[in-house]
């Protein structure tokens, strides 16, 4: 007889339940949470497992990959689906959402969620301390201007290099404030540092790689939306079409549709946020200070005419994500003008 198990993973233990294909429960135990407990479990030879149905989580990846190893059908399932079939259920609970979890693999009523590389994992985990500290070095920043504004003094506008230069130069006749300030320079003073160091490593790995290098000749395309668009999508063969991405990334609209009602929506925002914010800062950049005229700009320039430039850059991120993924499968680069991209009859 098949089996089918369900997972649902907490941080120090996991809630695991077994049923057969007639959907009777065989077995509910919890185990800890790490891919040895639960494989033991899961590899009693009274089991004949058809899939073993894990939430995607911050924990799945590391879940995913050692019950992999341990030759377990690991599916990783997509978050939404999970909410929307464990909602019928009056009472939730970790063992009512492991049952439920069970019955979605038996019924085969899941979508599966892509597991990045190890690679992949990495790099992102870069970008995301990169950006942590970005973010927290600014925050610093602005405590410091409306700590200072309190007793008259305006920052005003100045760069990064320049603002502790600044901040010594309003506090100096104000030894007291000074010593206040000093601590916070300090603090973001490191924090700046440390993101200064991530930064060249990610243009290090950028550099020496191939794919990033091609996608960077579109315009408005750096080294941090490159690496962020290949950690991303990690297998470009996983979709079907390169228009594929765009809704995959939350950059297309909502439709909803119900009798003699049509409405359409903005963007759904699902997917991914910082490569959707990524890919809108880009395309920002390309139609409002990219120099350099192509095929391209002169699209987004026409949408904004018709449509408004907030909608124009919406589109225009969403055909540079299409446009990278047709890049890196045709191993080309990007094609300035349309006599470029047409063949020669």
Not at 172 to 187: S, T
Request: net charge positive; aromatic share 6%.
């Amino acid at each position: 007889m098949k089996h089918y198990a369900g997972l649902d993973v907490s941080v120090k233990e996991t809630a695991i339940c077994i049923v057969d294909e007639t959907g009777t429960v065989c077995r509910e135990v919890k185990a800890p949470t790490h891919p040895e407990d639960i494989a033991r479990v899961l590899k009693d030879p009274a089991w004949r497992l058809q899939r073993v149905g894990l939430e995607a989580g911050p924990l799945s990846q590391w879940l995913f990959e050692g019950l992999a190893k341990a030759g377990l059908p690991v599916v990783c399932i997509e978050t939404r689906h999970v909410n929307a079939f464990l909602k019928a259920q009056p009472n939730k609970t970790d063992r009512n959402d492991a049952r439920g979890i069970a019955q979605m693999m038996r019924v085969n009523l899941f979508r599966p969620v892509h597991v990045k590389t190890l690679t992949s994992q990495k790099r992102r985990a870069l970008l995301t301390a990169r950006k942590l500290l970005k973010d927290k070095a600014i925050a610093i920043e602005n405590d410091i201007r409306g700590l200072l504004r309190n007793f008259g003094l305006k920052v005003g506008k100045v760069g990064a290099v320049k603002f502790e230069e600044r901040i010594r130069e309003l506090t100096e006749g104000m030894p007291d404030l000074a010593e206040i300030v000093e601590p916070l320079l300090d603090a973001r003073r490191k924090l700046r540092q440390n993101y200064a160091a991530l930064h060249r490593k990610l243009l290090a790995i950028v550099r020496d790689d191939e794919v990033c290098r091609r996608l960077m000749s579109i315009p408005g395309v750096g080294p941090v939306v490159s690496l962020a668009y290949t950690a991303t999508i990690d297998i470009p063969a996983r979709f079907r079409n390169s228009k594929a991405v765009g809704p995959i990334l939350g950059l297309t609209p909502v439709l909803h549709e119900s009798g003699e009602s049509r409405r359409v929506g903005g963007i759904s925002l699902c997917g991914d946020g910082m490569m959707r914010t990524l890919l809108y800062e880009a395309a920002q950049t390309l139609l409002t200070r990219v120099t350099k005229w192509s095929w391209l700009k002169t699209w987004a320039m026409d949408v904004a005419k018709r449509r408004g430039q907030q909608k124009a850059i919406v589109a225009l991120a969403r055909r540079l994500a299409v446009i990278m993924h047709r890049i890196w499968s045709d191993g080309t680069q990007f094609r300035w003008t349309r006599a470029e991209i047409m063949p020669v009859g």
